[in-house]
């Protein structure tokens, strides 16, 4: 189960400093007071007061989506469209500079004849290198939608920043959106798209320059394999690292300069340890990916000619596995993308404040000993566990969740036979609850799931989403320190 152990970025305590002058006024609100004690982080968190005193409230930009769309591939419903920025990085992908070692056998044994057991380790070697294509191939596709979301999100910001151009605190939060979505951008782009691209399209040169090496008996087969397991498969890789590392230094200097902003403005102790050890976080798989890119190409370079090469490899490869562990479960978020509202619509709510809320419903859901407010969640109740779920716009991935589990997959089926179009479901909350309101057993089925949903899935989105967040309010203090430092007479002489 998830917790918030999961995450270094999570129980950030509540700073007075920063919202002291929300304290509710009305009596209802001040009636939730005792219900929130309970969460054990005085002050109480303005918006998650206005939640349990059913204040309807609007997030700053995404709107809910209560429409959720399953249609069934192979046999498994999956969701029609992605509907959030995703961490989809495969796991997988940590594997591909090992293609650059599947020649090992042509280049070592690069002689006529071919020894016996040369050909069957090339054989091996130049199948390993074709397959790793699949996973680039793979990963590209899993990234592309990321970007083509951040894309459209981003030409909406714009549109939006345009339109509250003189709204000073909304056009803040637009440009830290705007800020933020340029790293991701940046990162989807260099160290995913890029790498998938340049490292995949290598691995086809090497896996055909390797099997065409066991043929080396005939002259041009032998110099077209050594062209294609040497020099051009392995420069593909070379560039790569060049790319990467510049990259990697601007990461290193953007979370650098963040980090000072965040030492020197921000006066909450606990939110600035927590946002400088995100930073560092940044900066030391920007270091590590970046000298490994650079260590990696020169050594597949060398591969061409020299054994030993391969020995300065093999900790390449390693550690590309480690940084890829290290994204996907301490740096990498899904999160819900802003949809296209309209700008009048768009209502603010400060970036600190989503951030304290998102830590205190995270604390409420995984810590046993702590409970939300009986208005905001009661988690014996499926009406509520569900409203929860639609508010906090995880609809989807508790959509996903139902046709994966084995326990559930059965009523989406059930449902499926029914609907107008063949394989595909429409997943509304009004539907669900019809689902579970139809019989005792679907009932108690939807209940128990959406318990564990909350309880592992919901904690790791709302870990997720706090790392976004953390992120956010890093740029918009690096950006008023950066503003000020600008408007400040004499500044630029």
Same mark, same amino acid.
């Given at each position: 189960?998830?917790?918030?152990?999961?995450?270094?970025?999570?129980?950030?305590?509540?700073?007075?400093?920063?919202?002291?002058?929300?304290?509710?006024?009305?009596?209802?609100?001040?009636?939730?007071?005792?219900?929130?004690?309970?969460?054990?982080?005085?002050?109480?968190?303005?918006?998650?007061?206005?939640?349990?005193?059913?204040?309807?409230?609007?997030?700053?930009?995404?709107?809910?989506?209560?429409?959720?769309?399953?249609?069934?591939?192979?046999?498994?419903?999956?969701?029609?469209?992605?509907?959030? !920025? *995703?961490? #989809?990085? @495969?796991? $997988?992908?940590?594997?591909?500079?090992?293609?650059? +070692?599947?020649?090992?056998? =042509? &280049?070592?044994?690069?002689?006529?004849?071919?020894?016996?057991?040369?050909?069957?380790?090339?054989?091996?070697?130049?199948?390993?290198?074709?397959?790793?294509?699949?996973?680039?191939?793979?990963?590209?596709?899993?990234?592309?939608?990321?970007?083509?979301?951040?894309?459209?999100?981003?030409?909406?910001?714009?549109?939006?920043?345009?339109?509250?151009?003189?709204?000073?605190?909304?056009?803040?939060?637009?440009?830290?959106?705007?800020?933020?979505?340029?790293?991701?951008?940046?990162?989807?782009?260099?160290?995913?798209?890029?790498?998938?691209?340049?490292?995949?399209?290598?691995?086809?040169?090497?896996?055909?320059?390797?099997?065409?090496?066991?043929?080396?008996?005939?002259?041009?087969? !032998? *110099?077209? #394999?050594? @062209?294609? $397991?040497?020099?051009?498969?392995?420069?593909?890789? +070379?560039?790569?690292?060049? =790319? &990467?590392?510049?990259?990697?230094?601007?990461?290193?200097?953007?979370?650098?300069?963040?980090?000072?902003?965040?030492?020197?403005?921000?006066?909450?102790?606990?939110?600035?340890?927590?946002?400088?050890?995100?930073?560092?976080?940044?900066?030391?798989?920007?270091?590590?990916?970046?000298?490994?890119?650079?260590?990696?190409?020169?050594?597949?370079?060398?591969?061409?000619?020299?054994?030993?090469?391969?020995?300065?490899?093999?900790?390449?490869?390693?550690?590309?596995?480690?940084?890829?562990?290290?994204?996907?479960?301490?740096?990498?978020?899904?999160?819900?993308?802003?949809?296209?509202?309209?700008?009048?619509?768009?209502?603010?709510?400060?970036?600190?404040?989503?951030?304290?809320?998102?830590?205190?419903?995270?604390?409420?859901?995984?810590?046993?000993?702590?409970?939300?407010?009986?208005?905001?969640?009661?988690?014996?109740?499926?009406?509520?566990?569900?409203?929860?779920?639609?508010?906090?716009?995880?609809?989807?991935?508790?959509?996903?969740?139902?046709?994966?589990?084995?326990?559930?997959?059965?009523?989406?089926?059930?449902?499926?036979?029914?609907?107008?179009?063949?394989?595909?479901?429409?997943?509304?909350?009004?539907?669900?609850?019809?689902?579970?309101?139809?019989?005792?057993?679907?009932?108690?089925?939807?209940?128990?799931?959406?318990?564990?949903?909350?309880?592992?899935?919901?904690?790791?989105?709302?870990?997720?989403?706090?790392?976004?967040?953390?992120?956010?309010?890093?740029?918009?203090?690096?950006?008023?320190?950066?503003?000020?430092?600008?408007?400040?007479?004499?500044?630029?002489?």
């Amino acid at each position: 189960m998830a917790t918030p152990a999961d995450s270094s970025d999570t129980l950030i305590t509540p700073s007075p400093a920063h919202h002291h002058h929300h304290r509710p006024s009305s009596p209802r609100a001040m009636t939730t007071d005792v219900e929130l004690s309970v969460l054990e982080s005085p002050p109480v968190v303005p918006k998650l007061l206005r939640e349990a005193s059913d204040i309807t409230w609007q997030e700053t930009f995404e709107s809910t989506k209560d429409q959720v769309t399953l249609v069934r591939r192979r046999g498994i419903f999956r969701l029609h469209h992605q509907q959030q !920025f *995703k961490n #989809s990085l @495969l796991a $997988s992908v940590g594997y591909l500079e090992l293609a650059n +070692a599947g020649d090992f056998a =042509a &280049n070592v044994w690069n002689e006529i004849p071919v020894p016996r057991f040369a050909a069957v380790l090339m054989g091996i070697g130049g199948t390993l290198a074709l397959a790793m294509v699949l996973v680039a191939v793979q990963d590209f596709r899993l990234s592309w939608k990321n970007v083509k979301l951040l894309r459209a999100e981003r030409t909406h910001l714009q549109r939006l920043r345009q339109y509250h151009d003189k709204n000073v605190e909304l056009a803040r939060l637009i440009d830290s959106r705007l800020g933020v979505s340029v790293r991701e951008l940046g990162t989807e782009i260099v160290d995913r798209i890029v790498m998938d691209l340049l490292l995949g399209f290598g691995s086809i040169l090497v896996g055909v320059g390797t099997l065409m090496a066991i043929g080396g008996a005939n002259p041009r087969v !032998f *110099k077209a #394999s050594n @062209l294609l $397991s040497g020099y051009i498969g392995n420069g593909l890789a +070379a560039l790569f690292g060049l =790319a &990467n590392a510049a990259w990697s230094v601007c990461l290193i200097y953007r979370f650098w300069s963040h980090d000072a902003a965040v030492t020197a403005r921000e006066p909450s102790d606990d939110i600035r340890r927590r946002l400088h050890v995100r930073f560092r976080r940044f900066q030391w798989h920007a270091v590590a990916n970046g000298l490994n890119g650079l260590v990696a190409g020169a050594a597949s370079m060398v591969t061409a000619e020299r054994w030993w090469g391969y020995v300065v490899l093999i900790p390449c490869i390693i550690s590309l596995i480690l940084c890829n562990y290290f994204w996907r479960k301490k740096l990498g978020y899904d999160r819900p993308l802003l949809s296209d509202i309209s700008p009048a619509n768009v209502q603010l709510t400060p970036i600190l404040e989503d951030l304290e809320y998102v830590i205190a419903i995270q604390r409420g859901l995984a810590d046993p000993d702590a409970c939300l407010p009986t208005t905001i969640l009661q988690l014996d109740s499926f009406e509520s566990s569900l409203n929860f779920i639609v508010h906090n716009r995880i609809l989807d991935a508790y959509c996903e969740s139902l046709a994966r589990d084995k326990k559930t997959r059965h009523l989406l089926s059930d449902m499926s036979t029914q609907s107008s179009i063949p394989d595909q479901i429409t997943l509304t909350p009004e539907i669900i609850l019809r689902l579970s309101a139809s019989s005792r057993s679907n009932h108690t089925c939807l209940l128990n799931h959406a318990q564990r949903f909350l309880k592992k899935t919901g904690v790791r989105l709302l870990i997720d989403r706090e790392r976004h967040l953390l992120e956010l309010w890093g740029f918009a203090v690096w950006q008023d320190q950066t503003t000020t430092r600008t408007d400040t007479p004499g500044s630029n002489k």
